[in-house]
């Protein structure tokens, strides 16, 4: 793996921090204060790093660029939120985040429930976000929120004027009038796959008498084929990363829009048991990117690896991200929160089975008063800048150090990193070759960058 340079500087001020990259011709400096990079010559890293132009330049935007990423990190007000409308699941699977009594015999959300905390989140959102055109998202969320589907459908219908809705799904349930029902509703729709082929997802995810769901899913993406607003997400193990290529391969053929290969969130000790090494992600993640990459050469169809998406989208419009994990804070409790079955508040949906991290009751204490309790504050105040060995890290604003949750469970505090840190760092080095190349484009979305604009650019 390519190096990451980490140092501490003793003094305040724009000061440059070489990293290789891994580029036969290029290297990159950054400033992580204020996550400011340049790609440079090799052969004048030197002078780079001392006087001249870049420096110079650099020194003159340095108190914007660090004012601009304070604003970025710290002054997000929520505009989400993830509901959890039942506590059940119909599948077990090996690494999830809930607890297993819960999602086997745990409660449904009633319908008046749900519409109470819509009304009242609806009334949060609008103090929050102003009459703004944009509408605050709410993503129903896992456990198996189809469970609930009648109470979900009729809430959809109810407030559509009011939030823009999306379903997080294992797919199991997924038959032909739900789709007809979300598609034509506009819903975002969120699928879970983890194997090419059935045995490789049935290695993590069965329902809870041991049957396959893989055909199932397969056959719900076949009928999303065409639709415009659809995902899926496999959470990669170490007993599907020998298979990442094909599963692009298959998402490719299906005409999947966007996926995620998300390094899975060690939180629970479930999730630690199939955990692979960050080598051994590293290889099989890269292979699965080139290979879309190579599908899009062959096709002219490209196919978003939305994880990668985002930590390329960190470094060259920060603003512009999509996931809110790899910023520090993260967005949990912060760009959003998570609503769970039993009606209480969470940072994030990730914390849902950590009963310290419960921030009241939504209908009786409300969500301010959760967003500035003593549960939430640990997440929302935890700051990259202020731990070891994340502090000293080149990239640390385009990593961010994930996950709160993961590293208070299995590391032991949220001072600590989480899993995966050579993973991340591999991933800026690769976005920082592709740039170098200016091949970046090819792995974003379309349009990425129509709203964005340049804070400052040095070409020498
Ligand atoms: S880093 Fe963890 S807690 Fe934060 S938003 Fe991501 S999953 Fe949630
Ligand atoms: S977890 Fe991220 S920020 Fe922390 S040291 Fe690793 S790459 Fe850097």
Known sequence: MAAITNTSRSQPGPALI????????????????????????????????????????????????????????????????????????????????????????????????????????????????????????????GAEPLMNRGAIFAAIDQYADDFAFGVQTNGTLLDDSAIEFLTSRNVSIGLSLDGPITNVTDATRLTWAGKSVHDKVVRAMAKLRGYGSWSVITTCSTENLPYLKRMVELFHAAEVPTCMLNAMRCTLPGARGVKPTDGDMVKAFFNALDRSHELYKETGRKLILANFANILLAILAPTARRLMCDISPCGGGRAFFALAADGSLYPCSEFIGLPRFNGGDLLTDGVEAALNSEAFRPVITRNVDAFDPCGSCAIRHFCGSPCPAEAAEMNGGMDKIGAFCDFYKEQVNYALRLIADAKANDYLWDGWDEETETAFSIIN
């Not at 090799?42 to 870049?54: F, H, I």
């Not at 090996?94 to 607890?99: A, D, G, K, R, S």
């Open 18 to 141: 070489p990293v290789d990259i891994g580029h036969a011709i290029y290297a990159a400096v950054t400033d992580p204060d204020t996550a400011f990079w340049a790609l440079v010559d090799k052969t004048r890293l030197a002078e780079s790093l001392t006087d001249g132009p870049l420096l110079e330049a650099y020194g003159k935007e340095y108190d914007n660029l660090k004012r601009e990423l304070h604003g970025l990190r710290f002054g997000l007000k929520p505009s989400g939120v993830y509901l959890n409308p039942t506590e059940r699941c119909n599948l077990n699977c090996t690494y999830c985040y809930l607890p297993g009594e819960q999602r086997s015999s745990g409660s449904h959300m009633s319908q008046k429930t749900l519409f109470d905390s819509l009304d009242a989140l609806r009334s949060y959102f609008r103090s929050v976000m102003g009459d703004t055109e944009r509408k605050p998202r709410a993503i129903f969320h």
